[in-house]
């Protein structure tokens, strides 16, 4: 394989947590009564959306969303303290790959009916691996959940790039492109799998993380 093709074990990190964010997002938002896990943005807009329609249910799976991925922040921010950034994010794997884990096992043992109380704990699971996985992304500076930052980047190094006659500065494009392509493919598998009605679906998220795990401790050896 060509050296401009090799990736390194943080960036096949980035490219398979951001392929669970995509699964994630897809999942809660077409079977969880249409709240986003990772997309926090979009669910400022959405909450606001809701109150406006007076969609009590609807807007508390929001607001359950925004609490769970600041919770999963500040349980990032705490495991990664006083660590050094290897073993900070095996431990931040860890529990996130625990979180969506439970979240399958839970969502395939529970029958589901729609706005049903499970929805909210579905919602909380994810979100907080979301807020974990935020501070992944954060210990190796870069994201693989807000892409509207990583759209700018990426617009903005491929400008400069073809500005300064820099083709260094072009292998981050390839970067951050692949982020986002990894993150519109999971997004893509689950929403087939789920217009399929494949119940198996809400293992993808799990298994991005679990691979990404992999390719840390393969990398530590």
């Not at 009605?197 to 679990?210: E, H, M, Q, R, S």
């Amino acid at each position: 394989m060509s050296d401009n093709f090799k990736l390194n074990h943080v960036e096949m990190m980035l490219l398979l947590t951001a392929f669970a964010a995509g699964t994630v997002d897809v999942i809660s938002f077409a079977t969880l009564g249409g709240v986003f896990a990772s997309a926090m943005t979009g669910n400022f807009a959405l909450l606001a959306y809701y109150v406006a329609q007076s969609d009590s249910q609807a807007a508390m799976g929001s607001v359950v969303a925004l609490s769970g991925f600041v919770l999963g922040c500040a349980l990032g921010v705490l495991q990664r303290r006083s660590r050094a950034q290897e073993q900070a994010l095996t431990f931040l794997l860890i529990t996130e790959g625990g979180l969506l884990l439970f979240f399958a096992l839970y969502a395939l043992w529970t029958p589901h009916a729609a706005n049903a109380p499970s929805d909210h704990l579905q919602i909380l699971l994810l979100a907080v691996a979301m807020g974990v996985q935020a501070v992944i992304g954060q210990t190796i500076s870069a994201t693989t959940i807000v892409f509207t930052t990583t759209l700018t980047k990426l617009v903005g190094t491929i400008a400069d790039s073809l500005a300064n006659g820099d083709a260094l500065g072009l292998k981050d494009v390839k970067i951050q492109s692949a982020v986002v392509i990894s993150y519109l493919f999971g997004a893509l598998l689950a929403g087939a799998l789920i217009v399929h009605k494949a119940d198996t679906v809400v293992i993808l998220p799990f298994a991005g993380v679990a691979l990404a795990y992999a390719a840390n401790r393969w990398a530590r050896r």
